[in-house]
């Protein structure tokens, strides 16, 4: 039987193990094709891989996170076709932005009683519950986009919409008007629409070309609900 | 036509491993899993009552529709008879292969599971182009007038799911206004709770109804019908809630709420034998789709206009709902607390009378 070469990088191994041994009594139905690839893990690489990774400092992990996530934004914030958010999804980025956007509609009025609680609960269980929804409606459509990665998307998606919550926040420091309303109604329109070419340059190459219309219109809906929510907004 | 398809399917079924053949066939389809709703076969199973129904409406239509609906129908039924026979001959198979045990326990229950875990129960329910969305979208609006043979129902959830979202939307749309302290939690917790309360409660009830009537219509078909026919109320609201006149408004429930009532009453109809059983079953439907859309006007925009002449003042003819104690002369500081006394009061006496 052909015999293994030593695995470079590995100090320790003393002898060289017969190839395919363990593999002996595995019996093989002839139906069932056998296809991808067949390789031999090299421990000694994997537990290297492991430690490096528990041993770095917080700050390295953080900053690690930090980063794919602030790249994440820059692919939002001038969508082209690419599929950085699909191929490494992550749900930091849709969090940090629904946690901003919520705490950022609660108002600050001390007048009544049951403020700020309902308002930021609200917020999050739209926008979770309606990234699902549209997740679950582009799945059942045909769509061969999973799950997490179409979380992904539309939560990371919120930030042209964040931002305007922002712009309006700063607005409406100036006082109420009808001037006041005509620019945040402004920002809001073109922030909204900002949303959704982003989303939809990451999400139309996962569905059938001819039913792009059909799974992006609960989009244009969810993003149209969130920016009712920003323009309504007054800090009173 | 729909009995041509399922012997020819059955027949390529039938050479290799039943299971086999039935796996390949789904996967070809949609890439979807095996599971089987048999449900969806309710819709297809080409009873005659159907089929001569179908005949009819299909000598009596144009022939792009006929084309759609005929497409659709054979898609539905390959589906649904092919299923049915994969999960029969599976079964068969299973009591074969195991004679002095029976594996239909275990494996009902994993399928169960399965079924109830998987999303894929719905994957059919949700197989439509724009184009058919389009199409039934105008056709809500179009009572058709042949009552004798059972008009054919869509029974997809896509249409009537976006269109209870949109509505939703619309009525979130007709209270924004400027400057004002709107409680947006109580607001959009009710809008969502009224739509989608209307459309699964009504459809119930509706069905309930029929099946007290006789008539034959599957609750799928009736949450289809029931959400095709939010359109009209869409599309009322979206228009009446940006031009603030009554006079309007009266006339388009009148016209679009009535076209869209009439085209359900109709399809009902052709679906139910008796008089007594038609008019209880027609009455009901037609007179809560009208009075929903009266109230989602009113009750709302009674909210709307309560908020909107306290801001804007004596100007414009109000309709004295609430009580409004604003003085003409005010200092600039102390009208903001004023105001926000009287909108609060506002809010609160419309949300206690609801």
């Known amino acids: ?236 | 036509m729909a009995t041509t398809a399922a012997p020819t399917g059955g027949a390529r079924n039938g050479a290799g491993p039943e299971w086999g053949g039935f796996e390949e066939n789904i996967q070809v389809m949609g890439g979807g899993s095996a599971v089987i709703d048999m449900e969806n076969m309710d819709d297809t199973s080409g009873s005659s009552f159907e089929d001569m129904g179908e005949l009819h409406q299909r000598l009596r239509e144009e022939e792009v529709d006929a084309d759609a609906a005929a497409a659709e129908e054979e898609d539905g039924e390959f589906l649904g008879m092919k299923g049915f026979k994969g999960q029969l001959s599976r079964q068969v198979a299973d009591q074969v292969s195991c004679p002095g045990r029976n594996q239909m326990g275990s494996r009902q229950a994993s399928r169960a599971f399965s079924l109830y875990a998987n999303i894929d129960i719905l994957r059919p329910y949700f197989d439509v182009e724009p184009a058919q969305v389009r199409s039934r979208l105008l056709e809500s609006m179009i009572p058709i007038k042949m009552v004798n043979f059972p008009q054919k129902i869509a029974g997809e959830l896509y249409g009537p799911l976006m269109l209870v979202f949109t509505l939703v939307a619309i009525l979130l749309h007709g209270m924004k206004t400027s400057d004002t302290i709107i409680r947006e939690g109580t607001l959009m917790g009710t809008a969502i709770g009224t739509c989608f309360g209307y459309w699964l409660g009504v459809s119930s009830f509706i069905y309930f109804l029929a099946y007290l009537c006789n008539a034959q219509i599957t609750m799928l078909q009736m949450l289809a019908l029931l959400g095709y026919g939010l359109f009209g109320h869409c599309i009322v609201l979206f228009i009446t809630y940006n031009i603030h006149l009554h006079a309007l408004f009266y006339l388009f429930w009148l016209l679009v709420g009535g076209l869209s009532t009439m085209r359900m009453v109709a399809v009902l109809v052709s679906r139910t034998v008796g008089p007594t059983q038609r008019l209880l079953l027609c009455g009901t439907l037609a007179a809560l789709h009208m009075l929903f859309l009266l109230y989602l006007h009113f009750a709302y925009h009674k909210v709307v206009e309560g908020i909107l002449d306290t801001l804007e003042g004596p100007n414009i003819p109000p309709i004295q709902r609430v009580p409004r104690d604003i003085p003409a002369m005010l200092p600039a500081a102390r009208l903001p607390t004023t105001m926000l006394n009287a909108t609060a009061k506002a809010i609160a006496v419309t949300l206690q009378s609801h």
């Not at chain 1, 093989?28 to 421990?43: A, F, L, N, W």
């Not at chain 1, 430690?51 to 700050?59: A, D, G, I, K, Q």
């Not at chain 1, 930091?92 to 901003?100: E, H, M, Q, S």
């Open chain 1, 1 to 236: 039987m052909a015999e293994a070469e030593e695995s470079p990088g590995d100090p320790g191994t003393a002898s060289p193990r017969p190839l395919f041994a363990g593999l002996s009594d595995i019996s093989i139905s002839q139906d069932i094709p056998v296809e991808g690839e067949i390789t031999i893990p090299i421990r000694s690489r994997i537990r290297e891989f492991d430690s490096s990774t528990l041993n770095e400092s917080v700050h390295s992990t953080i900053m690690r996170d930090l980063k794919a996530v602030g790249k994440k934004f820059m692919h939002v914030l001038y969508p082209r076709k690419s599929n950085t958010l699909l191929r490494d999804w992550d749900l930091w980025g849709p969090l940090i932005l629904c946690v901003t956007l919520a705490l950022m509609l609660q108002r600050d009025s001390a007048d009544s009683e049951k403020d700020g609680g309902p308002q930021f609960a609200e917020v999050f269980v739209i926008v979770w519950f309606g990234a699902v929804t549209i997740t679950l409606n582009s799945k059942l459509l045909g769509g061969n986009i999973s799950f997490f990665q179409s979380l992904c998307v539309l939560g990371y998606c919120i930030l042209p919409l964040t931002v305007a919550m922002l712009i309006c926040r700063l607005v409406l420091l100036a006082g109420p008007g009808p001037v006041n309303f005509m620019v945040r109604l402004f920002v809001v329109i073109v922030m909204f629409a900002w949303s959704i070419v982003a989303s939809t340059a990451f999400l139309a190459d996962s569905q059938p070309p001819n039913r792009r219309a059909l799974a992006v219109y609960p989009v244009f809906l969810f993003y149209f609900v969130i920016s009712w929510m920003i323009l309504t907004f007054t800090p009173q």
